[in-house]
């Protein structure tokens, strides 16, 4: 099995993998799959056994208490930490020996828990350089300026502010980066996020630092992201009001390792859940 | 002199900061931008060269502007890998002296085989002209390859590393120019001894005309795709990788641009001064020019060209006080890295084009000024929008 491996090309799928949901349809193959995922750093077990499934237009929430191993789950799907056990697959492909930007390529993009933006880049720039796949032009018509480049720049120009537009920042295009306020980087994070052309989105705790109003518009923009370009969501928070409000599946870890899973509602009432939360309730 | 050089700089990132714009605002069509620009360059290419005809400037002023011009490709070029890249290579005089003899050796070699004699290249016959073009992109190319071969190890490591790396390959480039010869057994360097007989070929005009392709090269490359990759590589690391930015290919594309200019640079300076040897191209230069990019502002082109005019231009002024240059020269870094560490531009790049779309909208500084007294007269404080 791991002789073929680093070959690019889709893997049968044999869903073995226990899904959040087991009515849910997945489509011919899941878009985002892990099996059996682990990484231990020297002794220590950060994540071990980790599985998921994700459908095309799925919206999935991670939750656990802090250094539960939640963005470390991220790291390894995007290939920021080499897996020591287990394999991801994007739509099919297996990631294993890609890049973190080839990663992306293949349809994952990511935000950050804390705000990674090209601050000294304007806004515009930060969608271009999402969209820098996107973009063909060899570096000598770009140097030379030929017509290619001014009919590609015009084009993504176009582009970039439409995608602005999604959460009405297009008056912000020429600001730098790190000029925005708070909540605005979040949202340009994300923006940016989408220039990739991802087939998942995976959010790192977008809702940190925002007040209930923000949170709530943020709800709203999450299922509009969804719907708009049928991409898969999946995401980190802490944030319980966000998390099943906007959800459809949530695994919740705690010690690297998925305690429980289901829809929002189960998790609520799951007793395993509550005691990584609040400690284990005395008997009576 | 430094109106000259302004002409050639356009902005490398428009520093924004206006905010929100109000309105639609009117915008010079590209077409215009650049032909503007281009007639500025053109004006002064010919009035420097009417006044080194006419006399009024003297063999020996044109000489050190030929030196200004060298040193300004080199700033700017070490400016795409310290103030674009965010990298700091130590090792900026090696790929100068790579490009020297390149386009040097090339040159003469050329000569004689073509038999254009010395002085066609100092008078400029059309076919010395060609071999001296195409020995500058000869020199450049053999510096992109050192910077390939030097970039691909060097750029896995970061900060001091990576300086220490750049430095220590840089000595191995001079130690190699020094060597060469008596241990493969050519005739290419003639080591200790020195290059001579270097026709001289650089004159202000192709200096200057460098000058200006140079820094328009480098402004196009930052306001493309690759240069938005290669800002967003300097700005965050992590994240431009996350955002699909082959992070390794476009540190080494950059340290391979720069090395590229560098040693076009180099081929220039070889013409300009006649004679190369090993020992031109030590450590100190690459201090030199990178004290002339810190100086300058990390990633401000005008910056650096401003920067390398001073720099190169008051050591010769100073000549009579010779003694005291240095002292002036260090105090000089000091008194900037204590009260303008980001040195003395900034990042700010100056754009004629901006002025002029300025003008275009009556959008001047002093009105804005007022506007915001106004508004805060009217108790609007900043945007409500803000917080943290």
């Known amino acids: 099995m791991p002789s073929d491996k680093k070959k690019h090309r889709p893997v049968l799928v044999q869903v073995e993998t226990p899904n959040l949901i087991p009515e849910r349809d997945l489509g011919s ?155 605005a980087q979040r949202r340009l994070e994300i923006l940016r996020a989408l220039a990739t052309g991802p087939k998942v989105l995976l959010l790192d705790e977008p809702a940190a630092g925002m007040n209930p109003a923000e949170t709530e518009e943020l709800m709203e923009n999450i299922q509009k992201i969804r719907d708009e370009f049928q991409i898969a969501i999946l995401l980190i928070e802490h944030d319980m009001s966000l998390v099943m409000g906007v959800c459809e599946v949530v695994g919740v870890l705690d010690y690297g390792k998925i305690i429980a899973k289901g829809t929002p509602e189960q998790i609520q009432n799951d007793p395993r859940v509550i005691e990584a939360y609040l400690g284990k309730q005395e008997v009576k | 002199m430094e109106e000259e050089l302004m002409n050639k700089k356009r902005p490398i990132i428009s520093t924004g900061g206006r905010g929100p714009a109000a309105g639609e605002k009117k915008r010079l069509p590209m077409a215009a931008r650049y032909a503007i620009n281009a007639v500025l360059v053109l004006v002064v290419l010919v009035i420097g060269e009417l006044m080194i005809d006419g006399g009024a400037i003297t063999r020996y002023q044109s000489t050190v502007l030929e030196q200004v011009g060298v040193y300004i490709i080199l700033a700017v070029s070490l400016n795409i890998a310290t103030g674009y890249l965010g990298q700091l290579p130590l090792g900026h005089a090696g790929f100068m002296s790579v490009g020297a003899y390149g386009c040097a050796i090339f040159v003469m070699r050329m000569g004689d085989l073509l038999g254009v004699g010395m002085r066609d290249f100092t008078t400029g016959t059309p076919l010395s002209i060609l071999i001296v073009i195409a020995g500058l992109v000869f020199g450049g190319l053999c510096a992109a390859i050192a910077g390939v071969i030097i970039g691909i190890p060097a750029l896995r490591l970061k900060g001091d590393y990576l300086a220490i790396i750049t430095l220590a390959f840089a000595e191995i480039i001079r130690v190699v120019m020094l060597n060469i010869d008596s241990v493969l057994g050519f005739t290419l360097t003639r080591g200790a001894k020195g290059l001579t007989g270097i026709p001289g070929y650089s004159s202000f005009l192709l200096v200057f005309g460098c000058v200006a392709l140079v820094c328009f090269l480098i402004h196009t490359m930052m306001k493309s795709r690759h240069g938005r990759a290669i800002l967003a590589i300097r700005d965050n690391e992590i994240a431009a990788e996350a955002s699909g930015v082959n992070t390794t290919y476009y540190k080494t594309l950059a340290f391979v641009v720069s090395a590229f200019f560098a040693g076009v640079a180099g081929g220039l300076y070889a013409g300009c001064i006649g004679v190369l040897q090993p020992a031109y191209f030590g450590f100190m230069k690459s201090i030199e020019i990178l004290v002339m990019v810190v100086l300058g502002g990390m990633g401000s082109m005008l910056g650096s060209a401003l920067s390398a005019t001073v720099l190169t231009i008051l050591p010769e002024a100073l000549r009579a006080f010779s003694e005291y240059r240095m002292i002036v020269y260090a105090v000089v870094l000091i008194l900037v890295m204590i009260f303008r560490p980001q040195g003395l531009l900034g990042s700010y790049d100056f754009s004629l084009s901006r002025i002029i779309e300025r003008v275009m909208n009556r959008d001047f500084p002093w009105k804005k000024k007022a506007e915001s007294a106004a508004k805060e007269a009217a108790g609007e404080g900043v945007s409500a929008d803000a917080e943290r």
């Open chain 1, 29 to 183: 193959i899941p878009v985002l799959q892990a099996e059996h995922l682990g990484i231990d750093f020297g002794g220590l077990t950060a994540v071990d056994d980790f599985n998921i499934a994700m459908g095309r237009t799925e919206i999935s929430g991670l939750i656990g208490p802090n250094g539960a191993g939640k963005t470390t789950i991220f790291n390894l799907l995007t290939n920021v930490y080499k897996p020591t056990r287990g394999t991801v697959l994007i739509d099919g492909y297996d990631t294993a020996g890609k890049s973190v930007a080839d990663v992306n390529r293949m349809g994952i993009a990511r935000t950050f828990q804390n705000i990674r933006l090209f601050s000294k880049m304007t806004v515009e720039q930060n969608v271009l350089v999402g969209f820098g796949n996107t973009m063909k032009t060899h570096l000598i018509t770009d140097m030379l300026r030929l017509p290619g480049h001014w009919k590609q720049e015009a084009e993504f120009h176009d582009r970039a502010l439409e995608l602005l537009d999604i959460f009405d920042m297009r008056t912000y295009a020429d600001t730098l980066a790190g000029n925005l306020p708070y909540g």
